[in-house]
């Protein structure tokens, strides 16, 4: 505006010393302090490759992964400030449990995971479950298989129709060890006679989590809430066939790529390879 108003004016207006405004021109209008197109290049660029779902410590771990530049956590979030980048935000959904509830299942399986979400080898304890996902021309169904060794989706399938097939189809992958878990809900086609065919062939044990505690299935209910609010999202409504193919590009990003804390910054591929022997 120095073609409106005088500079010392407007320097006057704006509270800025005139001397370091003709020191910022002078050294070429940078957007900040000590700023580096190199740094903003890189951060814009791996920004964009997550598509802005990690945030501040987690780009920091993937940018040194990948390029193995080594950034200030604290530089990186003033750079996403002054570029207007921003992270994919997930809400967290608290749990209240006044008191506990006396836990009966009406068949024989036993929540035989008791809330331990740990596992010293891939292969012996998995999650398993159903979401649904609307989609533009009518609901698509997910099951998924989530290995608790590494976080890994080990195996999935969809469909437009919530069956035992549907359930057969998403174990093809499935390679446990002898005496494997699997855990899953109460839901109606966990007791389908195909279904303890299923675990008797494959050899793993049924557990099933209580009705009405859903956190004690919480490793596959977390991978689908991540799914959503990370990837899908993005998008306006899908059609199933469109929605089957964003969630097997997101599945072979999450297990090949997308680093995870407690992982030590590594991918769920990468942590079975470093650590499954």
């Known amino acids: 505006m ?41 951060i814009s660029e791996e920004h964009k490759n997550v598509k802005g779902i990690y945030g501040t410590i987690r780009l920091k771990k993937h940018i040194e992964n990948k390029s193995k530049m080594v950034l200030n956590h604290k530089l990186i979030r003033r ?49 398993s479950d159903v979401s649904y996902i609307k989609c533009s021309d009518g609901t698509l169904y997910l099951s998924a298989i989530k290995n608790y060794f590494n976080n890994e989706i080990v195996s999935l399938s969809t469909s437009n129709n919530n069956d035992i097939n549907l359930i057969k189809e998403s174990y093809k992958d499935l390679n446990p060890q002898k005496e494997a878990i699997v855990n899953t809900d ?17 050899g793993f044990k049924r557990s099933m989590s209580h009705r009405e505690y859903c956190w004690e299935n919480c490793p596959i209910e977390n991978w689908f809430f991540q799914l959503k609010h990370e990837w899908l999202c ?27 804390k407690n992982l030590g910054y590594l991918s769920p591929v990468q942590y079975r390879l470093k650590y499954s022997n």
Do not use: M
């Not at 010392?8 to 700023?35: A, D, M, Q, T």
């Not at 109460?186 to 494959?202: D, I, P, W």
């Open 2 to 42: 120095k073609s409106e108003y005088p500079i010392l004016r407007i320097c006057n207006v704006l509270n800025v010393n005139r001397r370091s405004y003709y020191k910022w021109c002078k050294i070429g209008k940078p957007i900040v302090n000590n700023f580096r197109q190199e740094i903003t290049d890189v």
């Open 186 to 202: 109460q839901g109606a086609v966990y007791f389908a006679y195909e279904y303890v065919e299923l675990t008797e062939r494959l």
């Open 234 to 260: 993005q998008f306006n409504k899908l059609t199933r066939k469109q929605a089957t193919k964003e969630i097997k590009k997101y599945v072979h990003w999450y297990n090949n790529e997308r680093i995870q």
């Open 79 to 127: 750079y996403k400030h002054i570029l207007n980048l921003e992270t994919i935000k997930r809400t967290k959904k608290g749990l209240s449990v006044s008191r506990a509830k006396e836990k009966n299942l009406t068949n024989k399986d036993q929540y035989l995971i008791e809330c331990n979400f740990n596992s010293e080898k891939p292969g012996q304890k998995f999650s």
